[in-house]
Each structure stands twice: as C-alpha cells, then as structure tokens.
C-alpha cells in the first residue's frame, strides 16, 4: 500500500557541516550506466534466503559512489557505505536523532563541556582478528586533528574544539576540548573509528598518504560488515562482519549498483533485479508513487533533509552587477519566485517552499515564523522603479551602464533543477530581469562560484542545493560564518555579528538558550537575503517486498547517521 508517514522533529540533537568539496555530496552527481549489470546483481545473490533468518540486500543508485575513502570520498552513496564499514564512537537513531552509544559502551559529558569520557566495549574486533580498543579511536582523532588543515581536511569540521584524545587503557577514552561544543557529541558520531595498525603508516608526516589509501577485498574494517567487492563508481559488495559488536543482524550481504538513469533504477526495482533505492527524487518518480505501489512495492516519504536554493555573491568586491549587493533588490527577487510553482511541477506536491536556511525536519530547530517572500510582481517591480532601475527599450532593467541580466550557473546534479531554473527565469522575465543559464556539473559550479582563483569576483548567482548529514542547526548554519568563504559559504555572506551569534550558539549547552540563538541567526540570515531558499524537498523511499523493517527519515531510508537502517531489516 502507499503510506505516507508523519515523521516530527528533533528535540537536541547534534550534527556537522558540509567542507566546500563536500558540497558534491548534496545533491548527488549522475552516474554512468553499470556495465555488466545482470552479473553484478547475480553477484548480489537472491535477497530472500532458504536458510535461516540470512538476507541479502540490493540497494540502486542513480549518484555514483567515488571513494570508500573516507579522506577524498564526496557522494553520500559513499558516505553510507563508509560509515557500514567502521565502527563509530556513538550514532544517532530513531525519529529524534537521539545520541546512542555505539562502539562505546557509555559515555560522561563533564559538567563544563570540555572533556568526554568514553567506556568502550571489549567485544569488537577487527576484520583481521585484532582488538578494537581505544588505542584505535584515539589514533584516529589525534589524527584528524594534526592533519585538519590538509590530509583530513574533509573530515575536520567532526573533531572541532578537540585538543586531544587520551587512551587511559584498551577500554577507557578521554576526549579534551578547547571550549565547550554544544553538538560535540554528534560530531563524533561522524568520525569512523580506523584501525591504528593499518593507518599508522599513511597518517606519518603530513599524511598525505592517507588520500591514497586504495579499498579492496583485504581492507581491514571492524563495523556491521566488510568488503567483498569494490568496483568504484559501480558497484560496493559488503558481507556480514562475524566479529561485529552490535546487534544481530539479517542482512548477512550488501550491495550497492549504480544506475545511469532513475528510470533505469526503477524498472529493476520493479522486476526484483534490487531490492530498495536510495536518494530517491520526487523528479524520479514523478507523480507516480500510487503507480509504484500498483505493482506491488512499497513507498514512504518523510519531510527532507534536502534544499534547493539560489546564492548571491554578495562579495563587496565583487567586479560586476554590484546592484545586486543591495538586499532590497535581493528582495525583489525572491518576491520574483514562484515557490509553489516549484513545489507544485517539479516536487510534484512533495515538499513545500522554504523560507529560512534550518529545514522544518529539524523540528523545533527551525523557525516556522520565517514564511518565504511571496510571490508578487507587482511589489517586485516597485521596490526595483522605487530604486530607480529603468526598463531599456528591449524591457530589461538597467543597472548603470549594465543590463540586469545575470549569467545563472545551475547544477547539473540538481534533479529537476531545469524546470526551477525555468520557473524562476519566467518570473524575473516579468520584473525586467533577464536570465542567461549556464549548466555546469559539481566540479565546474564549486570553481564557477568562487572564481576567479576563489576570490568570488565573477560569479553573480547560483543555483544548487544540499543535504547535510546531519540534524543540528550547526550543519547549516555554519555554512555562512566568515570562516566558511573559500569552503562552503557559496555566497561569500559575511557579517561579524553573525559569526560572533554563531560561535555563542555553537558554546552554548542550555539547549533552551541555544534555540534562541538559533531563532536569531535564522532571522538575521533570511533579511539579509544573501541565499533565497527556495524549497524544503520531501526525503521518499521505495522498496520490494522481500523484506521488512525499513527505517524512514528526513534522510530517507539509507543514510549515514543510523545503524538501524540495517539491523531492523528482516525477511518478509
């Protein structure tokens, strides 16, 4: 049947930002069609199982999966798989995102916020017989930390505000702060956890080894499962680890295919080639999930972790279109979108327009009092003839000597991001404004919006969105303190006061005093306007039948920041 799940927010809960190449893992990139596809899911196995309570699992991808290194990996296909692999401190689960202990048996938050104690389990193993002991996570933080500025420069944001990692014994791990971090706790559910004995040597020096690490059969891993099978940007096999700490589980083989086309992807979910998608679109299925559930799968969609917005330069050095520097023509432009438009024919009703930059799957992190401008033309087009921008004789607005005419760079990642792009040109065509799109892959926009030479000269506007890996208002809003220009801070937004609001949020524990100041740096973003928000889009689901259990969730079934998304499964 179709089922369509409420899933509320999250209460306090923790979380990480997104490192500027981090930003491909947002929206995902398309990936090329697997060749030899029926033998890579017959490698799979059946997903049902004639023995016992076994079960394999066939999970499609239209994003390639780049890298199981944790040090250069940027889809979040990766991601997931990266974080089945390796044990991690503590995780989050259930609809709340509540912080569990995982890898560690429990754990003290001291009073003042600046060091954390770690009990772990004695049980866990690596997948080459050794311990797991806290020797291991120590290793990997102190390690994250020396190298935050270059090798683990991806993995940074987890370990901030963190001076050093002790192990008092094989059992017992002292973790020292700077100051305290409010989310400190679910950044650590970020770090996987790396074997010292097999990291040791890449990590020496300036550890710029430890980007080259290959993946294969004999990696040495000590999570849910271990490698089998990696062909990268195709196919990641993964079976059962026998020596995990956790939970017992059903799953005893994983697979992850890439597909070159949703459609692709979707046929071969219908024929029981896989058993469940991940990061599945509305523009994927379109209208169509009462005609998935026709033909006997099962569907689900809870609000999303995933925006699509626009991103101004608002650089003061910018060297051209300066007018757009001013917030009250950013203003005119967003009142020149049609966000229910946008909702309504390329979310297909699944989403809702979005007015400030924390998501409402953040529950009572985001401020519903922040409604999105609405969609007005005329109230446009009299701030813009208030401003004295006159229409030239082919009816575009004039700027000085400049055309307000803007070269628009779009993500060719952004699923449906054509129609919003069109949408958008539709409505600015009627304030006088003029749109020039320029389509550019991942890589292309990332260098496009900072150029030249990551000065952010040039750039005027963008279009993209992205999928933070976690809950916390942090995962946001760190996206645009000052010291995210060059990284993530797509708009070069800086304003002191906000970094300064920022850094007292982020040192805050009262969680109560916390969410006021996150109120007040979600109202301060939204009037400056630097990024419009377009659109909060629905996380779906859409699975066979052959097993049970799925956990939905603003990430959607299969993410990284739960172990549940795996051990709940069972044969149907």
């Given at each position: 049947?179709?089922?369509?799940?409420?899933?509320?927010?999250?209460?306090?809960?923790?979380?990480?930002?997104?490192?500027?190449?981090?930003?491909?893992?947002?929206?995902?990139?398309?990936?090329?069609?697997?060749?030899?596809?029926?033998?890579?899911?017959?490698?799979?196995?059946?997903?049902?199982?004639?023995?016992?309570?076994?079960?394999?699992?066939?999970?499609?991808?239209?994003?390639?999966?780049?890298?199981?290194?944790?040090?250069?990996?940027?889809?979040?296909?990766?991601?997931?798989?990266?974080?089945?692999?390796?044990?991690?401190?503590?995780?989050?689960?259930?609809?709340?995102?509540?912080?569990?202990?995982?890898?560690?048996?429990?754990?003290?938050?001291?009073?003042?916020?600046?060091?954390?104690?770690?009990?772990?389990?004695?049980?866990?193993?690596?997948?080459?017989?050794?311990?797991?002991?806290?020797?291991?996570?120590?290793?990997?933080?102190?390690?994250?930390?020396?190298?935050?500025?270059?090798?683990?420069?991806?993995?940074?944001?987890?370990?901030?505000?963190?001076?050093?990692?002790?192990?008092?014994?094989?059992?017992?791990?002292?973790?020292?702060?700077?100051?305290?971090?409010?989310?400190?706790?679910?950044?650590?559910?970020?770090?996987?956890?790396?074997?010292?004995?097999?990291?040791?040597?890449?990590?020496?020096?300036?550890?710029?080894?430890?980007?080259?690490?290959?993946?294969?059969?004999?990696?040495?891993?000590?999570?849910?499962?271990?490698?089998?099978?990696?062909?990268?940007?195709?196919?990641?096999?993964?079976?059962?680890?026998?020596?995990?700490?956790?939970?017992?589980?059903?799953?005893?083989t994983l697979g992850f295919v890439t597909f070159g086309a949703p459609d692709a992807m979707?046929?071969?979910?219908?024929?029981?080639?896989?058993?469940?998608?991940?990061?599945?679109?509305?523009?994927?299925?379109?209208?169509?999930?009462?005609?998935?559930?026709?033909?006997?799968?099962?569907?689900?969609?809870?609000?999303?972790?995933?925006?699509?917005?626009?991103?101004?330069?608002?650089?003061?050095?910018?060297?051209?279109?300066?007018?757009?520097?001013?917030?009250?023509?950013?203003?005119?432009?967003?009142?020149?979108?049609?966000?229910?438009?946008?909702?309504?024919?390329?979310?297909?009703?699944?989403?809702?327009?979005?007015?400030?930059?924390?998501?409402?799957?953040?529950?009572?992190?985001?401020?519903?009092?922040?409604?999105?401008?609405?969609?007005?033309?005329?109230?446009?087009?009299?701030?813009?003839?208030?401003?004295?921008?006159?229409?030239?004789?082919?009816?575009?607005?004039?700027?000085?000597?400049?055309?307000?005419?803007?070269?628009?760079?779009?993500?060719?990642?952004?699923?449906?991001?054509?129609?919003?792009?069109?949408?958008?040109?539709?409505?600015?065509?009627?304030?006088?404004?003029?749109?020039?799109?320029?389509?550019?892959?991942?890589?292309?926009?990332?260098?496009?919006?900072?150029?030249?030479?990551?000065?952010?000269?040039?750039?005027?506007?963008?279009?993209?969105?992205?999928?933070?890996?976690?809950?916390?208002?942090?995962?946001?809003?760190?996206?645009?303190?000052?010291?995210?220009?060059?990284?993530?801070?797509?708009?070069?937004?800086?304003?002191?006061?906000?970094?300064?609001?920022?850094?007292?949020?982020?040192?805050?524990?009262?969680?109560?005093?916390?969410?006021?100041?996150?109120?007040?740096?979600?109202?301060?973003?939204?009037?400056?306007?630097?990024?419009?928000?377009?659109?909060?889009?629905?996380?779906?689901?859409?699975?066979?039948?052959?097993?049970?259990?799925?956990?939905?969730?603003?990430?959607?079934?299969?993410?990284?920041?739960?172990?549940?998304?795996?051990?709940?499964?069972?044969?149907?």
């Amino acid at each position: 049947m179709f089922v369509v799940r409420k899933h509320d927010g999250i209460a306090d809960v923790a979380g990480h930002v997104l490192s500027r190449r981090s930003m491909l893992f947002r929206m995902g990139v398309g990936g090329a069609m697997v060749v030899g596809l029926p033998s890579l899911l017959a490698a799979c196995g059946d997903s049902g199982s004639s023995g016992g309570n076994a079960a394999t699992l066939r999970i499609g991808l239209t994003s390639e999966m780049d890298s199981l290194n944790p040090f250069v990996q940027q889809s979040a296909a990766a991601v997931i798989a990266t974080h089945l692999l390796y044990p991690t401190l503590l995780r989050l689960e259930g609809d709340d995102f509540a912080v569990e202990p995982d890898l560690a048996d429990d754990y003290e938050v001291a009073p003042d916020g600046r060091l954390i104690t770690f009990t772990l389990k004695t049980t866990a193993k690596w997948s080459d017989g050794e311990p797991v002991t806290a020797r291991d996570a120590a290793f990997t933080i102190n390690m994250l930390v020396q190298h935050r500025e270059g090798a683990a420069a991806l993995l940074a944001q987890y370990v901030v505000g963190i001076t050093e990692a002790e192990a008092t014994d094989d059992e017992t791990l002292v973790v020292r702060y700077s100051e305290p971090i409010a989310n400190a706790t679910g950044l650590l559910t970020r770090v996987v956890i790396l074997p010292e004995h097999a990291w040791s040597e890449p990590a020496s020096g300036d550890g710029a080894a430890l980007k080259t690490v290959e993946f294969n059969e004999g990696t040495v891993c000590g999570g849910q499962f271990v490698l089998t099978k990696y062909t990268p940007k195709e196919i990641v096999l993964l079976e059962a680890h026998a020596d995990w700490y956790g939970d017992k589980q059903s799953i005893s083989t994983l697979g992850f295919v890439t597909f070159g086309a949703p459609d692709a992807m979707i046929k071969a979910l219908e024929s029981s080639e896989i058993d469940a998608v991940a990061l599945l679109s509305p523009s994927t299925v379109g209208g169509s999930l009462d005609q998935l559930e026709g033909k006997g799968l099962t569907t689900d969609q809870a609000p999303g972790f995933v925006m699509n917005n626009v991103y101004f330069n608002v650089n003061p050095k910018k060297t051209q279109h300066r007018e757009l520097l001013e917030p009250e023509v950013r203003r005119a432009l967003s009142m020149g979108i049609d966000r229910e438009r946008i909702v309504e024919v390329v979310l297909f009703g699944m989403g809702e327009p979005a007015g400030s930059l924390v998501y409402p799957a953040m529950g009572d992190w985001h401020d519903s009092s922040l409604v999105p401008d609405a969609f007005d033309v005329d109230g446009a087009n009299e701030i813009l003839d208030g401003l004295g921008f006159e229409r030239g004789s082919d009816g575009i607005r004039m700027a000085g000597d400049e055309k307000m005419s803007y070269t628009v760079n779009l993500a060719s990642g952004l699923a449906g991001g054509d129609r919003i792009l069109q949408i958008i040109s539709d409505g600015w065509t009627q304030l006088g404004v003029a749109v020039k799109p320029s389509t550019l892959d991942a890589a292309a926009m990332i260098d496009a919006i900072s150029a030249p030479d990551g000065k952010y000269l040039t750039n005027d506007i963008a279009v993209w969105g992205f999928l933070p890996a976690s809950p916390d208002p942090s995962a946001v809003l760190d996206h645009f303190i000052t010291a995210s220009i060059g990284g993530f801070n797509n708009c070069h937004y800086s304003d002191p006061e906000f970094d300064r609001m920022y850094d007292e949020q982020n040192a805050t524990l009262d969680v109560d005093g916390r969410r006021r100041m996150v109120y007040d740096l979600q109202r301060r973003f939204f009037d400056a306007r630097a990024m419009l928000a377009l659109v909060y889009v629905n996380a779906l689901a859409a699975s066979g039948s052959k097993l049970t259990g799925y956990q939905m969730s603003g990430f959607g079934p299969f993410n990284a920041v739960s172990r549940d998304q795996v051990t709940q499964l069972r044969p149907a």
